[in-house]
Structure formats: C-alpha cells, structure tokens
C-alpha cells in the first residue's frame, strides 16, 4: 500500500468512527454513514471490519452499526479524567482563596 492511500484509508476509519456518535443505542446502516461522510458503501465496509477488529465498533442485533462498549469505556475514561483533575483545581483555588486572608 503505497502512504497516501494508508493515510486516506486510515482518515476514513476515522471519519467512519465519528459518524457514529450519537447513535450508540440505535446504530447506523453502512450506507448511511457512506452518506455522512461522502465515501463508497465499499470503502466504508473496510473501515468498518478494522474498526470491529480493533473493537471499537459493534454490528448491533438490527443489522446496524454502534460504538462498542469499549469505545463508550474510552470516552467514560476521558469524563473520568476530567472531573478528576476539575477535582484538583477546586481544591487547590480553595486553598488559595484560604491563603489570601
């Protein structure tokens, strides 16, 4: 595979991805994301098998297409993260305010 077609190919396996969101619970079919996104329901079918591999797609019981349980793990890691270290800045603005009395 030559670069351009890796960067192309792996472009689209990301745009396949985000044209996902929202849609955890009801899925979309490949040919509603090849519209989303402008690409052959051929192409999106590729990404989708890579991205079903790698686990962060699920074909869901209606024939359809999700975010799998361990995408919707990656995005509660990130929440996660962030409420932790808005936690932290709490605590520390309070001792600051604290101090400059």
Same mark, same amino acid.
């Given at each position: 595979m030559h670069k351009s077609q890796i960067s192309t190919s792996g472009s689209r396996t990301l745009r396949v991805l !985000? /044209?996902? !969101?929202?849609? #955890?619970? #009801? +899925?979309l079919s490949n040919s509603?994301? /090849?519209k989303m996104i402008?690409?052959?329901?051929v192409n999106v079918t590729r990404s989708l098998k890579t @991205?079903?591999?790698e686990? @962060?797609?699920i074909k869901l019981d209606? +024939? @359809?297409f999700a975010h799998s349980v361990q995408m919707l793990q990656i995005a509660q890691a990130? /929440?996660?993260h962030i409420n932790k270290m808005q936690d932290q800045i709490t605590e520390i603005t309070q001792r600051i #305010? /604290? +101090?400059a009395r």
């Open positions: !985000k /044209a996902l !969101k929202g849609y #955890t619970l #009801t +899925g509603d994301i /090849a402008n690409e052959s329901p @991205l079903i591999q686990g @962060l797609v209606n +024939g @359809l990130h /929440a996660i #305010t /604290a +101090g």
